[in-house]
């Protein structure tokens, strides 16, 4: 007998809802050492519609969070680390460049904030920083 009171329905949350949802859930897995969750939450976030600015750094930022946490994880492999953190890096950058697409030109934020430094020296994040400077100067 079903008792849910959505009798065969799943509930379904507006966009933005569900992707707050999603970063919070990243967030608490991140928190809970626990960066495969974090990336699936961040990955599943990038699936839905009209995403704002605000929302994509947040997600960028935690996966950047998210990459020392992996270092805490006996459990996988050297490579599975390896292949984690390359993973959470390129979505991060990922992110990041459609938010510049979407609006963000704020490059002091993208070169000081705390959160993105575990991204800084991946190339894809330099050129990034370089882009952004050659648009700021034209």
Do not use: C, W, Y
């Amino acid at each position: 007998m079903n008792h849910s009171p959505f009798p065969n329905k799943t509930p379904i949350l507006p966009p933005d809802q569900l992707r707050n949802r999603l970063l919070l859930g990243a967030e608490i897995a991140i928190f809970a050492i626990k960066p495969s969750v974090a990336l699936e939450a961040i990955e599943a976030t990038q699936k839905l519609p009209n995403p704002r600015p605000t929302d994509m750094i947040k997600a960028a930022t935690l996966a950047s969070r998210a990459i020392p946490a992996v270092k805490n994880q006996e459990k996988l492999s050297d490579a599975e680390r390896m292949k984690l953190t390359i993973d959470l890096g390129k979505i991060a950058v990922m992110i990041l460049q459609q938010a510049v697409l979407a609006g963000l030109s704020d490059i002091e934020f993208l070169k000081k904030t705390p959160d993105l430094e575990s991204i800084r020296e991946l190339p894809a994040f330099k050129e990034l920083l370089k882009a952004l400077e050659l648009k700021k100067k034209n």
